[in-house]
T-cell receptor
Framework: GQQLNQSPQSMFIQEGEDVSMNCTSS?????WLWYKQDPGEGPVLLIA?????ELTSNGRLTAQFGITRKDSFLNISASIPSDVGIYFC?????????????FGTGTRLAVRP | NAGVTQTPKFQVLKTGQSMTLQCAQD?????MSWYRQDPGMGLRLIHY???????DQGEVPNGYNVSRSTTEDFPLRLLSAAPSQTSVYFC????????????FGDGTRLSIL
C-alpha cells in the first residue's frame, strides 16, 4: 500500500525557532490533513486543506495544499515546548479503490527550552 | 461525551490466540476505521466502515476481521495472533468520511509473544 513520504523524519530545535516540514506523494490527493500525536495518545487534527493552492492557518501553524496536489507543507512559527510530538500528514482521494485516508511516516519534533 | 473509547488499553497474547479489540463512539459518526502504528511506518489502515453493515479492507487487512452491526461499535478481531501483529492499534471515527476530522481513541498496545 502507498504511504506518503514525510521529511524530515525528526527535528531537534531550540525554543522560539520556526519549523518546516513537508509531505510528498506520487499520486494526487483531493484533501490534505495534518495531525499531531502526543506521547501515549491518538492523533489530533491540526489543519485540513481541501483545495489546491490553499493556505490555512491555525494559530502558530500554517499549512499549504501544493499546486500539483501531490504535496503539502506545514510550518510552525516560534516553537514552544508543548509543540513536541509526532506530526503526520494524511491524504484522501475517494475513488474505485475505496474511501481511505493514507498517512505519512511522521516527523518527530523535539524542542529544547 | 466520551468520544472514541478503545478497550483494552494493554494486552499480551500468545501466538495463536484470538482476541477482539473493542471500539465505541458516541458521536453518531458514520465512518469508522482501524489503524496500526509501528515505529517508522506511521499509521496504516487495516479496515474501515462507511456505515452500519458496510466494511471494507484497508492496506493491511490480513489476519484481521471486522464487523459493524451498529453505528456505535466497530470491533477488530485477531483470528490467530502472530508476533508480526505486535503494534499499537488505533480506532478512529468521523462524521461521514476520512476527509473530515478523524477522532482517534487512545490506542490499544498489543504484544504477541
Amino acid at each position: 500500500g502507498q504511504q506518503l513520504n514525510q521529511s524530515p523524519q525528526s527535528m531537534f530545535i531550540q525554543e522560539g525557532e520556526d519549523v518546516s516540514m513537508n509531505c510528498t506523494s506520487s499520486s494526487i490527493f483531493n484533501t490534505w490533513l495534518w495531525y499531531k500525536q502526543d506521547p501515549g495518545e491518538g492523533p489530533v487534527l491540526l489543519i485540513a486543506l481541501y483545495k489546491a493552492g490553499e493556505l490555512t492557518s491555525n494559530g502558530r501553524l500554517t499549512a499549504q495544499f501544493g499546486i500539483t496536489r501531490k504535496d503539502s507543507f506545514l510550518n510552525i512559527s516560534a516553537s514552544i515546548p508543548s509543540d513536541v510530538g509526532i506530526y503526520f500528514c494524511a491524504g484522501h482521494r475517494a475513488g474505485s479503490s475505496g474511501d481511505k485516508l493514507t498517512f505519512g511516516t511522521g516527523t518527530r519534533l523535539a524542542v529544547r527550552p | 461525551n466520551a468520544g472514541v473509547t478503545q478497550t483494552p488499553k494493554f494486552q499480551v497474547l500468545k501466538t495463536g490466540q484470538s482476541m477482539t479489540l473493542q471500539c465505541a463512539q458516541d458521536m453518531n459518526h458514520e465512518y469508522m476505521s482501524w489503524y496500526r502504528q509501528d515505529p517508522g511506518m506511521g499509521l496504516r489502515l487495516i479496515h474501515y466502515s462507511v456505515g452500519a453493515g458496510i466494511t471494507d479492507q484497508g492496506e493491511v487487512p490480513n489476519g484481521y476481521n471486522v464487523s459493524r452491526s451498529t453505528t456505535e461499535d466497530f470491533p477488530l478481531r485477531l483470528l490467530s495472533a502472530a508476533p508480526s501483529q505486535t503494534s499499537v492499534y488505533f480506532c478512529a471515527s468521523s462524521y461521514q468520511g476520512p476527509d473530515q476530522p478523524q477522532h482517534f481513541g487512545d490506542g490499544t498496545r498489543l504484544s504477541i509473544l
